[in-house]
């Protein structure tokens, strides 16, 4: 045969591959050992010399040519599986995605942001404070001596002497007195965490909210405790609850009230869950205690205020009739999908 015969007939050969298996049968018959292209030279070895040198050359171009030709075949068809390969597993992007479900809000920090909110409606501005504190600020700013048996009424975590864990927001208080002692009228709320070594009482918790208020001026008194409390109630539980004043003790507060609400479930009647009396009990309040302000650099003569330290768990179980503490810190999405 001849050699542009042959080459005529590899280059259809090759445009007639279609696929990996075709062209090897092609690589096989063309460019193997015992190959068209092979035996075309091993007929060299018939040849006279002077025909030789001239029909090798040819045959080396063939088989360059072949051997150029199959590559770029090759180099197609590898392309276009792979094409075709990408084309069937392309990601179909309008499939359906994961719903992205907004996290519910927490029960706790609801009622932070309902409380800060009713208060700053007040003229209240919120201090943040902080979780570790000295005992001064913790206790003797706040009219609590050394060895006054009320620094044992609330179990404390000790860090090292003179610092601890705060047992109450109430800390913040005189932070606040001290900071705005020369500017006069103060009105703040700091909500935050506390902490008290309650470990023999399941219905206590190591940890919890509270939220102190405090507001100061020229004759603040308790019927400004009252009235500012009696809004707060009203907006946080509903138009019809009632508040009533017990008296009571905090060494920072002369005189010292507990604040009763009366209960949701009876409306005051007396039921179970108020234990018949009516109300339930949900935070400590008084008028500032004179050393108190004197500590912050106010004077008593001049200046009086209130304050006050309200549960922020507690306010939270009244308000959304949760049963147990607990499920404030379980993470429980079944609970937590609740509000
Ligand atoms: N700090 C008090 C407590 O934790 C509550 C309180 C705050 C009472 C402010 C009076 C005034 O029990």
Redesign the pocket.
Known sequence: MDISEIETGAVKALRAASGQQELEAFRVSYLSKKGVVPSLLSKLREMEPAERAAYGAKVNALRAKIEELYEARRAELLKKALDEKLKAESLDLSLDGYELKSAPGHPYHLIVDEVTEIFSDLGFKVMEGRDIETEDYNFTYLNVPADHPAREMQDTFYLRQGLLLRT?T?AEQAHALEENADKGELRIICPGKTYRRDDDDPTHSHQFG?I?GLMVGKDISLSDLKGTLELFVKRMFGEKRKIRFRSSY?P??EP?VEVDVTCSKCGGKGCSMCKGTGYIEIL???EVHPSVLRYGGYDPEKYSGF???VGIERVAMLRYGIDDIRRFYQNDIRFLKGF
Do not use: I, L, P, Y
Request: glycine share 22%.
């Open positions: 109450q109430s509270q102190e905090f920072f507060t010292s400590g309040a008084g304050a006050f330290g």
